[in-house]
């Protein structure tokens, strides 16, 4: 199950969709949310006008904001930087998580994990 994390900037309400002068791309964002979290995506949303405690507690996202403000938002995949300083579409986000998945699934196999001579046999001598 991937986890999105979103760092945002300070706005007027936890989504910024308030007001009379509501920006389209944010009421764009929160509709691709839902429909992550329809798919089994745990979103998280953090505004640092109301959640400035997240902010400290994730390293990551503290380095974007020394470099800059405008390095808000931050969107993270499961702890991992997806951007800074925009909104991805839901087709990017897919695709990211997507691709998370694939690499998840993947079997790893550690290079030179022979026996080690655990069965009789030379160091990097498998039986």
């Known amino acids: 199950m991937s986890r999105l994390d ?13 007001g009379i002068d509501v920006d389209p791309v944010l009421v764009q964002f929160n509709a691709d949310l839902k429909a992550l979290e ?3 995506v745990t979103v998280s ?8 405690a997240a902010f400290a507690a994730q390293p990551l996202v503290l380095r974007e904001i020394e470099a800059g403000m405008d390095r808000l938002p931050v969107v993270m995949l499961d702890g ?17 998580i997507a691709r998370a ?7 790893r196999i550690k290079l030179g994990s022979g026996s ?12």
């Open 101 to 107: 998945a694939a690499l998840a699934a993947k079997p």
């Open 80 to 96: 991992l930087i997806l951007s800074t300083g925009l909104y991805p579409t839901l087709a990017q986000m897919q695709q990211r």
């Open 6 to 18: 979103v760092f945002e900037p300070a706005m007027c309400c936890p989504t910024g969709v308030c």
């Open 38 to 40: 329809a798919s089994g």
């Open 116 to 127: 080690g001579g655990d069965c009789g046999c030379a160091p990097g001598q498998c039986c």
């Open 45 to 52: 949303r953090h505004s640092l006008s109301h959640d400035a």
